[in-house]
């Protein structure tokens, strides 16, 4: 069974400064899709990036890059200058590339940013 | 317009009783989700559909029971409602296959049973 583990259940980050959140996970397929997702505390589940097995190249949305080390089955996020609204729990997530597959989250990390 | 919705978004009743949860995507997806998240955050996969179909079912106690009446209406009913079944509750959709992948989630049920 795959298995997604966030080793930290909570960070904090000076405003405007950078935090890397990190993920593993356990699979033994090839081709599968990674994600973070955002919870604030409105409970929305926020799409913040993706990223796909087989690109090498690791996804970057504005403020947000991944490190994906596929070998090492290592995913972790990373955000630089932070802002207050960055503030939430975020959830590290996992998918197998077929057809009507689930999403296997970690535990997640509350992030802090301090002002 | 909103693209997952579920309705009610707050619930809060005593246990024993029955209630419902509604939920219905425009995204035109095929496949949709039940997932619960518990009090430390946790989520979990409960059940999911595809075309009306059930593809996913959990370790989940039949007094729960998702009901997809057409691809784009998911609805989970609880019988018999327990203190344990106090949650959020995401419906969520996703295409079938390839690129991107992700789920799109609507903004969760709150269940509280007394």
């Known amino acids: 069974a795959q298995t997604v583990t966030q080793s930290q259940p909570e960070m904090s980050v000076q405003e405007a400064e950078t935090v890397t959140l990190s993920c593993t996970y356990d699979t033994s397929e090839s081709d599968y899709y990674l994600f973070w997702y955002k919870q604030p505390p409105s409970r929305q589940m926020i799409l913040v990036i993706r990223?796909?097995?087989?690109?090498?190249q690791n996804a970057t949305e504005n403020r947000f890059s991944v490190n994906f080390q596929k070998a090492a089955k290592s995913f972790s996020l990373k955000i630089s200058d932070s802002q207050l609204g960055d503030a939430a729990m975020y959830f590290c997530a996992y998918r197998r590339s077929r057809f009507g597959e689930k999403l296997t989250f970690g535990t997640g990390t509350r992030l802090t940013i301090i002002p | 317009d909103t693209a997952v919705s579920q309705t009610p978004k707050y619930l809060v009743t005593q246990m024993g009783n029955d209630k419902s949860i509604k939920c219905e995507q425009n995204?035109?997806?095929?496949?949709m989700y039940w997932y619960k998240q518990d009090s430390k955050k946790f989520l979990k996969i409960m059940f999911s559909?595809?075309?009306?179909?059930?593809?996913i079912n959990e370790t989940v106690p039949n007094r729960f029971s998702p009901k997809s009446p057409d691809k784009a209406h998911l609805n989970l009913h609880i019988n018999s409602l327990e203190l344990g079944d106090s949650a959020v509750y995401f419906c969520?959709?996703?295409?079938?296959?390839?690129?991107?992948?992700?789920?799109?989630f609507g903004e969760g049920s709150r269940l509280t049973v007394l």
């Open positions: 990223q796909e097995a087989y690109k090498q």
């Open positions: 969520a959709s996703s295409q079938d296959r390839g690129w991107p992948g992700e789920l799109f």
């Open positions: 559909y595809n075309n009306k179909e059930l593809i």
């Open positions: 995204l035109g997806h095929d496949t």
